[in-house]
């Protein structure tokens, strides 16, 4: 995932999103680190709308 990249680039904090976004510290720090197995599409809904996204692929790294 690129919500890393994408706060850097927006200067914006883990903390910052998390409120925006209605979910946990916890919870963005885990999706930040790409420490999810699998993730949750709501948690991805709620990242993507906080952070003004409306194409999800823009938080996704594909190899």
Do not use: P, W
Not at 4 to 19: G, S
């Amino acid at each position: 995932m690129r919500i890393k990249e994408i706060l850097d680039e927006r200067k914006m904090t883990q903390k910052e999103l998390a409120a925006a976004s209605g979910l946990t510290e916890a919870t963005i720090s885990m999706l930040v680190k790409n420490k999810r197995d699998t993730v949750n599409r709501q948690h991805i809904a709620q990242v993507a709308k906080a952070l003004d996204i409306t194409d999800f692929n823009m938080l996704f790294k594909f190899n």
